[in-house]
């Protein structure tokens, strides 16, 4: 195989930037674009050039297409990539790999009995700005990792998003829709997480929509809005995580710190790919910041996909793979039930902790 054939299922918001990067990498080609609105797909085929424009069901049944980019809402991830790893394609989706424990578990056995590869983003951490981060650990510029924190706090979706609900049902909230890109970033750091303890709550049973088209419909909140957590990491490193979309005011906590035996590492927004990377060492008084290593610095979405092609073409392993996903996946959970059971959560799953770019070339 030469090349990798590609079709996207969903062609709502998040598309655009999938169809405008892939043609870029090598060795990719967007062959078809499928989504249950035929005249959003047949507009986005037009915009992007992309050659047939199919129902979900024909795409997936198209003998042409090798991997299949899932685009849908988080509840159909489960059921569109059963289907097309079924079909005998590849599948690559967005974040969140499933919304359940047991959807997660269904698709990657069902890759392993046909033999077959999963994806999922986020791949933001393949960004320069997480990579340079992680080269300078892997370096020894901050010494042995001690210890990690990271925030995600806003004020939530309904004053900006056009249809902002579910963000307040189950598989929604700050921790399934932020964690992936924040747990994700903090495994490529630090690696797997082996047990964790959270504490979660509903600041506020309903919400009012303030954007349009829907000012003034209220939303009823069924899953948690704050969480906050304890994170031990199979290396021996501690971390904190809080997600939250109930702050109001604005707050500069920095997104992710890293705490080393030799000086501290000031992580970028890990929902981009760029910087900036700041480092202290401990002899020093203050921050510096750090070049970024040769890499993709602006919104490079799509790089996942990109590696995972080449995974395919050369059988090399690859680094948004299912395992890290589901990896993610559990630990999200684990934050919940922590919070409902009151005692630590530990992991069922591990994984390993991705491969770093090499920074001398350009991969893809």
Request: aromatic share 8%; proline share 7%; charged share 20%.
């Amino acid at each position: 195989m030469e090349k990798v054939n590609i079709g996207i299922i969903g062609c709502g918001f998040i598309s655009s930037i999938y169809m405008k990067n892939l043609p870029e990498f090598e060795k990719i080609e967007i062959l078809a674009c499928a989504d249950l609105d035929i005249q959003r797909a047949k507009a986005q085929a037009e915009k992007y050039n992309i050659p047939r424009v199919y129902s979900v069901e024909e795409l997936i049944a198209d003998p042409d297409i090798d991997l299949v980019i899932n685009l849908t809402i988080p509840k159909a991830h489960a059921d569109v990539c059963i289907k097309t790893l079924n079909a005998g394609k590849h599948v690559y989706t967005e974040k969140p790999l499933a919304v359940t424990l047991e959807e997660g578990q269904l698709i990657l056995a069902t890759a392993k009995k046909h033999n077959l590869l999963v994806g999922s983003a986020p791949d933001t951490f393949l960004g320069a700005g997480i990579q340079t981060a992680i080269h300078l650990i892997e370096q020894g510029e901050i010494g042995v990792p001690i210890g990690a924190s990271a925030f995600m706090i806003n004020r939530g979706h309904e004053h900006w998003h056009p249809d902002p609900a579910f963000y307040y049902k189950v598989g929604g909230g700050p921790m399934f829709d932020m964690g992936p890109y924040y747990l994700t970033a903090l495994i490529s750091l630090l690696g797997p997480i082996k047990r964790l303890a959270g504490s979660a709550r509903i600041s506020y049973p309903e919400r009012t929509i303030t954007s349009q088209p829907k000012e003034g419909t209220k939303i009823s909140v069924s899953t948690p809005t704050h969480i906050s957590g304890i994170i031990d990491f199979e290396s021996g490193a501690v971390g904190t995580i809080t997600t939250s979309f109930d702050a109001f005011g604005g707050t500069s906590l920095p997104p992710i710190e890293v705490y080393g035996s030799e000086g501290t590492l000031l992580v970028p927004d890990p929902n981009t790919f760029g910087g900036p990377v700041r480092l202290r060492k401990k002899e020093e008084k203050q921050f510096t910041d750090v070049p970024l290593s040769y890499g993709y610095s602006q919104n490079s979405r799509g790089l996942g996909v990109a590696d995972m092609a080449q995974a395919i073409i050369a059988g090399k392993s690859y680094r948004a793979n299912g395992q890290l996903a589901y990896h993610v996946l559990e630990s999200m959970h684990g934050f919940h039930n922590s919070s409902i059971d009151g005692k630590y959560y530990h992991m069922e799953s591990t994984c390993s902790r991705p491969i770093p770019l090499p920074i001398e070339q350009k991969l893809f």
